[in-house]
């Protein structure tokens, strides 16, 4: 009997050893985080790992160091991957909830652009991404709802008959009192100077011939000289400064060059407390006058301020941006405080696994 029992000691301490290794080789690490019948897998997650990463690589102050021996702000590096991913997973239960919710689709024109962008993209990212494990449905899955569904969500509350309807009339009130229709001619100390991209490069004489030549095209402008060959004026001589590809040129090609019409520039108003000096210029300008400000460092503005909207056209081209620029911040708020409010059950065994450590970018 005593053989029989100290037989049975092994036999139970070997079977707890293999019940303990299944259940470490075993563990599904399919998934990642669960809220209710809702789950985010593996895939998803490192894809929101990897965008993580990125983000981390380009916040710390050095990156002549290994990234993870720094911090940001307070937080070590591995820990803001980790949580930043956990708060885009979050994230994306919340915006297939409200889609299921609200009943959403997309259109069949909506579904091939977004398919077509898709492979498009796939194409110039599929290698980073599958070698650190998000395959390509999983980041199908995550632009598909980041992107397409929070859009489809987002015109669901604020479209004119939304559950928080922005009038028609509304925008364009928005649109004609923030936007400002322009044209300038950057005048950079780079377009006409060798070696020099800032004023603190020029030498005094190059900062004088610099202001005479936007002084030029102000009186230019002045006398009626149509912008847009000024445009086309002042990046030629950019390209001349640098370009041996401009000898091979023929008079004809420079003569189109020269003649090219130039697309107006809609500049939205800064409604910070301290807006650059460009914007601030811009809303200050009168329309139809000639005005000419300082770039930072870099040279001179030349521009003309013409009038928002006098045909219609320009909100009607612009619209979507409009009610973005009026209502995304404000959704955004709507989404972080469903985000907030959402429990999920963690995958410890996978959250393990997954680490910001394991992330590769130097894929080839």
Not at 38 to 53: F, H
Not at 161 to 180: M, T
Not at 198 to 215: G, P, V, Y
Not at 271 to 290: L, M, Q, R, Y
Request: with cysteine.
């Amino acid at each position: 009997m005593k053989k029989f029992s100290f037989l049975s000691k092994i036999l139970a301490a070997a079977l707890s050893v293999m019940m303990v290794l299944c259940t470490t080789s075993c563990s599904d690490t399919t998934w990642v985080f669960s809220a209710g019948d809702d789950t985010v897998s593996s895939g998803v997650y490192l894809g929101y790992l990897v965008d993580s990463y990125y983000v981390a690589a380009n916040s710390v102050t050095n990156m002549q160091v290994d990234l993870f021996s720094q911090k940001i702000g307070d937080v070590k590096v591995a820990d803001y991957i980790k949580d930043a991913a956990l708060q885009s997973s979050k994230k994306h239960i919340v915006i297939n909830r409200l889609f299921d919710e609200y009943k959403l689709s997309f259109t069949d024109d909506e579904a091939k652009e977004f398919e077509d962008n898709f492979a498009s993209i796939w194409q110039n990212v599929s290698s980073l991404y599958e070698e650190n494990g998000c395959g390509k449905n999983s980041l199908r899955q995550i632009m598909l709802t980041d992107d397409n569904k929070y859009q489809k969500i987002f015109e669901y509350y604020y479209s004119e008959d939304g559950k928080d309807p922005v009038s028609e009339s509304d925008r364009k009130e928005y649109f004609n009192k923030n936007y400002a229709k322009i044209k300038y001619i950057s005048v950079n100390y780079s377009n006409h100077f060798s070696g020099v991209d800032t004023a603190s490069d020029a030498t005094d004489a190059q900062k004088k011939e610099l202001e005479k030549i936007a002084n030029d095209y102000l009186e230019q402008l002045k006398k009626g000289e149509n912008i847009d060959k000024l445009i086309n004026a002042e990046n030629s001589a950019a390209e001349k400064l640098n370009a041996d590809e401009d000898e091979t040129k023929t008079e004809d090609e420079d003569k189109d060059e020269a003649d090219e019409k130039v697309n107006y520039t809609f500049l939205e108003k800064d409604t910070s407390d301290d807006p650059a000096d460009f914007n601030k210029e811009i809303f200050a300008a009168k329309t139809g006058v000639p005005t000419k400000i300082a770039n930072s460092s870099y040279g001179y503005y030349v521009f003309i301020r013409y009038e928002t909207d006098a045909d219609g056209e320009d909100y009607t081209e612009r619209a979507e941006g409009v009610l973005s620029s009026m209502k995304s911040e404000a959704f955004a708020e709507i989404i972080e405080k469903e985000v907030k409010n959402i429990k999920v059950t963690q995958n410890t065994a996978a959250v393990k696994r997954y680490k910001p450590q394991n992330i590769d970018f130097n894929i080839g």
